[in-house]
């Protein structure tokens, strides 16, 4: 097997592993353990909201329709897209392909989720300061419900920043595994890095994948919200 | 170690869905499904529930595909169960409390002896 | 009779290469990645932490011997409150046993070389510091005064005092335990020798697994309900302001869905040394070693059901209390069953009263009647009269003091020798052990009457009718914090006096005690082969070495 053979370009084995598979699963398992503890973290966010979304239904609702669906709809597809070109990056260094090829996906995945980021800070978030709609610094509605309009903005606000600041920390992460990639570290024995970075990638695009019904589509929006 | 290497077609395939789902979900998202009221008091809303089942299949997929979950040991498996689990459990007996707290009313002597009625019954 | 003696034909201690003489000065600790030193960087942290604490508790203490208060203001005992309990809580319970003994053993008896992730090892204490440091900040720049327990809308929007920073620094030093968890959890499924099934490991490893799944699982809930409050005070917004439509209550929920699991996080570690203890110094295996191991996963997953019961009071639903009050009821039913397991392990066993055995005995006592008062709390009826009381306050030491700090003294006693290479006086030891065990009684007993007969707790001032009893938990505590300080002492001059100690002064069954002490840097020569069950002792007292 290819355990005991170093290329010139895969890493040694590290001493408290005996094989690379091994070390392969451990580096697997870890991340996989990490997720559980962010489903554990978002899920405390997501429990507040679901609470209070229960218990101030109406209020809720009113804030939902001041976020653009167009914007969410599009950013969640951008998402899914990156999500692809992670998996295909990975693909590629499985099947030995040439290092540009990761690098154009990784690079790709960088860029989509850049514009995720540019989407949501330079179009929504600048659009609700003008608007009046952040609490604690600038929050001028005063229409019906607005104690739990204010309500729902704290939660729209602290979570999408907080899976934001997760999606810098992914391109952080993607920019050295590109690095990584640059100095042709990965091929088809040596792919782990990246296979558990994408773990991690897909997980930060499933709580989007949830962030966007909660936030923007659940609040009757048949009732003629944009 | 998913040595299994997913071929880029069911990638694809999968992507398109997930695009697919995301639009359905915004489409219904426009349309009045109704509600179906429960007991006295609380309904389900269903506009609600289409967009959280579609979350939940777009979720699957990108689990079962995307992360390789499909492909992987029983131990994955059980650590994304527990992962889930417990915040099930963060959800449902909190919900037991702060939906629940108006349900009993102010004690009155005699209702020592006789069971709470629930505003349902 | 038994002292441990030193195996006259043992070579000196440090004579041969080993963790601690391998590499020297401050760069080769700091910048290590050796489980061994880095156990040993948590040992000086959490000490150092453990006696600000005490601190907090002795100035307490002093306080509470007039009913008027003798010392400070009622808001600084305010402060003195909240110190104590944070520090100890998070910075001194949380990790003692998982951070000290838990990383110096996990890969060692397991008969692995380090753990899976050493680097996140050294960053797991490293942000443990991080959070020390905006913790004592805090506390000396005035303290904070909402309780251990952060209860909104007075932290929120009514304190004061140096929330933030606190909250801050309980936050970051989550991530803490969560590394640490992490590494626990892949170490113990990834790295175990070749031959060491689940149901050949030491039941010490089973609760660092079972203490590593609350870890995971519980402290991120906790981090954003720190968030959340400080997202409050900052903002000025209403997350938990009733007058906004914010529910104080979804604080207390967030913070308890991993405060109550915590005390287990406190405790299974505990429960893990004195399974070793037990059988060491009876020279028996243990009694029902699967039903013990199970106990612990059940006390795991179990925990993470009750946490409504501090609640019990605070205008809860009765239907979740009722819910609560039920669960709450089966998770004493693993630990009972634990305590029955370690009795009738000691049943006919071949019995020795060296230091750790002491520690491990006022354990099995101490914990049995906090562990029985916490029914009491557990009916929702007679929980209304006692919640709030120093009936609570007693019955939580009786298990953290009596319980988990018993059973991390009982195991830095029994591995001292392992980590040090050296024998501490055990005259000495088993003297403050008594000490201790004396100490904690008077401090605590009289707490559970003064609680029952109505003593609030966190009450800077209280009736006369109850100096008496306040006195003499004083008096006790001052004894306690004698029998604290003399390990102290000892420890650290046997750290330079005390005699060689050989591989195995204990003659107790187990991997780590197959390496020299201290153990060489890598652990094994060569991964070794498990063939036997765990606590292999044959009833005939073991020869040494």
Redesign the interface.
Known sequence: MADMVHTAHSPALV????TK??Q???G???M??????????F??????Y???R???LE?FIQGSHFLD?TFG?TN??VL??S??T???AI?AA??GKSKSTIITFLGLTMLLGAAFLFIKFAFEWTHDWTEGLV???HFTYSGPHA??V??FF?FYF?MTGLHALHMVIGLGILATLTVMAYRGRFNSDYYAPL?VS??YW??V??VW??L???L???G???GGGH | MSEHIVPVKNYVAVFLSLLFLTGLTTKVAFIDLGQTAIGKTHVIDWNTVAALVIAVVKMLLVVLFFMHVKYSPGLTRLVIAAGFFWLAIMIALTLSDELARGWTGTPQPWSLLLPIFHPYL | MSTAVADVHEVPVGSHVNYLNASYGIKSWLFTTDHKRIALLYLASITFMFFIGGTAAVLMRIHLIEPQGALVQPETYNKLFSIHGIVMVFFFLVPSIPATLGNFLVPMMIGARDLAFPKLNLLSWYVYIVGAIFTLYAIISGGVDTGWTFYTPFSSLYSQTHVIATALGVFITGFSSILTGLNFIVTIHKMRAPGMTWFRLPLFIWAMYATSVIFILGTPVVAIAMFLVGLERLLHVGIFDPAVGGDPLLFQHLFWFYSHPAVYIMILPAMGVISELVTCFAKKRIFGYSIVAFSSMAIAVISFLVWGHHMFVTGQSVYAGLIFSVLSFLVAIPSAIKVFNWTSTLYKGSISYEAPMLYALGFIGLFTMGGLTGLFLASLATDVHLSGTYFIVAHFHYIMVGGAVMGYLGGIHFWWPKITGRLYPDAWARFAALVVFVGFNLTFFPQFMLGYLGMPRRYAVYPEEFQVLNVMSSAGASILGVGYLIPLIYLIWSMRYGPAAGPNPWGARGLEWETPSPPPTENFEEIPVVTEEAYNYTGARQTLG
């Open positions: 001493h408290q592993f005996e598979e091994q392969h699963d451990a697997s398992l870890g996989w353990v990490f997720l559980a503890t962010e489903i554990m973290f899920g405390g966010v997501f429990m507040s679901i609470v209070y229960a218990l101030h209020a669906v709809a969640t597809a899914i897209c999500s692809l992670m998996a295909l693909n499985q099947t609490p604690g610094l104690p739990g204010e309500l704290c602290f296979e994408g773990l897909h997980f695009d499933i994948i949830f966007f019904p909660l923007y589509l659940i009757g929006r048949y």
